[in-house]
């Protein structure tokens, strides 16, 4: 019973140093976000994320996986705008990650039509 439960403490351990790992590997930055999106982005998207031109898209509250999609996209070219794309040239996965996260935590009020 003793070793089995020194065993279950082990794996325990492990499980945790992975998840660890996992978040150090993959947590994106909410501030970093932040700065690039307003250096980069909010000339177009709005510092709220609200478009201020009217062939741009509003990003705020936007789905963060969605998001990431269409800037990996732009930035492979697979999904085609001139401007767009120059933008998402020099992005790194994690600016990406980062700016992301920060439209998709931007909380949006809807008031539906009467
Ligand atoms: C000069 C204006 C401009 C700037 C600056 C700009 N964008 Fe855009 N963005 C656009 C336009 C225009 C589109 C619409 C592209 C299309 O029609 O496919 C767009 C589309 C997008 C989309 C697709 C949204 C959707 O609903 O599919 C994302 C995501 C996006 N931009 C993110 C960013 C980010 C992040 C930055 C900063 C790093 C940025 N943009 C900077 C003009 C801009």
């Not at 945790?16 to 996992?22: G, R």
């Not at 690039?36 to 709005?46: E, I, P, R, V």
């Not at 401007?83 to 996260?101: G, H």
Request: net charge positive.
């Amino acid at each position: 019973m003793k070793h089995h439960s020194s065993k279950v403490r082990w794996l325990f351990l492990l499980f945790l140093m992975f998840d660890l790992t996992n978040q150090l590997a993959y947590s994106a930055d909410l501030n970093a976000g932040k700065l690039k999106a307003n250096m980069a982005c909010s000339l177009c998207h709005g510092a709220n994320g609200i478009a201020k031109i009217p062939n741009a898209p509003s990003l705020a509250g936007q789905n963060a996986q969605y998001l990431q999609e269409q800037l990996k996209a732009f930035r492979s070219k697979s999904r085609q705008n001139e401007v767009m794309s120059v933008i998402a040239a020099p992005l790194t996965d994690q600016e990406i990650e980062n700016i992301s996260l920060w439209y998709s935590a931007m909380k949006v009020e809807v008031t539906l039509p009467n």
